[in-house]
């Protein structure tokens, strides 16, 4: 849906070869490159999380088991 903010990654970039000194127009492309990656993220842990690997598995029952004082 927000793929198209993508373009702004590399803009972000060649904002910071050809105007090094426009911090505020930088830090503006670069807020709006990170919007769809943030998202893919979330994706991703989403889509991983049902699966864990048994060693992670069984190291959150290991430690979601062990008494606490």
């Keep these: ?3 198209w903010l993508l373009l702004f990654v590399p803009v972000t970039i060649a ?3 050809l105007m090094p000194a426009s ?3 930088i830090f503006i492309a670069s807020c709006l490159a990170i919007v ?3 998202g893919w993220l979330g994706h991703a842990t989403e889509e991983s999380a049902p699966h864990p690997a048994e060693g ?4 959150l029952t290991a430690t979601s088991a062990t008494p606490r004082s």
């Design 1 to 3: 849906m927000l793929n």
């Design 15 to 17: 904002l910071e070869f």
């Design 23 to 25: 911090h505020t127009i």
């Design 36 to 38: 769809p990656l943030a």
């Design 56 to 59: 992670i598995g069984g190291l």
